[in-house]
Every structure is written in structure tokens, then in C-alpha cells.
Nanobody
Framework: MVRLVESGGGSVQAGGSLRLSCTAS????????IGWYRQPPGKNCELVSTFGFTAPSVKGRFAISQDNSGHTVFLEMNSLKPEDTAVYYC?????????????????????????WGQGTQVTISS
């Protein structure tokens, strides 16, 4: 059984930093594409970062990494802005790459993502 558990969310002021962690069981980065999506309040889901993609809105501020086992994936977030406020989801795709999502909520079946975590809230105050 695949399970993805996020941690590390919270509330910080603009300009601050957070590091999100995703602990995976049943998949690793060797056999699956594991990355991060986010859903800001009232908006659709967007792909933030995978090992092959970084959203332009976070380039130079966010970085994805993993531990040696491939079971934990991190998202280091620096120079945070109020517009980074969202629920952040870890996701895994065991065939192919995590897709861009258009006009859908995260975790919706239309997103065509194999596995989702439960999400972690990130709130950035100005």
C-alpha cells in the first residue's frame, strides 16, 4: 500500500522559510516520480516542483531534494510570499511523470495522479 505523509507546514511572515517533508511508503524516487503540488485558497491545483520541473513562480526560491533512501522528499521554501499561501500536497506517479493540472482541485480524479498525501497548510503573512 502506498502512503505519502507531509509535514513541516505552518505560518511564517513574508521573507521567511519553511521546509516541507514527504515520507513515502510503498514507493520511492527510484520507481516513481514524487513531487509537490499546491492549492491556494479559491484557486485550482498547480504543480510546484518535481525533480524535473520547477514552476516559474517559485524558481530560485524553492528547491526539491531527497534523502539517500529515496523515501523522503523535501521542499525547501525560501523568500516566502503571501501568494505562496496554500495547501501543499505531496504526490507520486508510478508510471510516467507527475502531470500539470488544469482547472481541477488537487486530489480530484481528473488530476490523473496516482497517489496523494493529505496535504499540509502553509500560510504566509505580509
Amino acid at each position: 500500500m502506498v502512503r505519502l505523509v507531509e509535514s513541516g507546514g505552518g505560518s511564517v511572515q513574508a521573507g521567511g522559510s519553511l521546509r516541507l517533508s514527504c515520507t513515502a511508503s510503498g514507493v520511492t524516487t527510484d520507481d516513481s516520480d514524487i513531487g509537490w503540488y499546491r492549492q491556494p485558497p479559491g484557486k485550482n491545483c498547480e504543480l510546484v516542483s518535481t525533480f524535473g520541473f520547477t514552476a516559474p513562480s517559485v524558481k530560485g526560491r524553492f528547491a526539491i531534494s531527497q534523502d539517500n533512501s529515496g523515501h523522503t522528499v523535501f521542499l525547501e521554501m525560501n523568500s516566502l510570499k503571501p501568494e505562496d499561501t496554500a495547501v501543499y500536497y505531496c504526490a507520486a506517479q508510478n508510471r510516467g511523470f507527475l502531470p500539470q493540472i488544469y482547472g481541477s482541485s488537487c486530489r480530484h480524479p481528473n488530476a490523473l495522479v496516482n497517489y496523494w498525501g493529505q496535504g499540509t497548510q502553509v500560510t504566509i503573512s505580509s
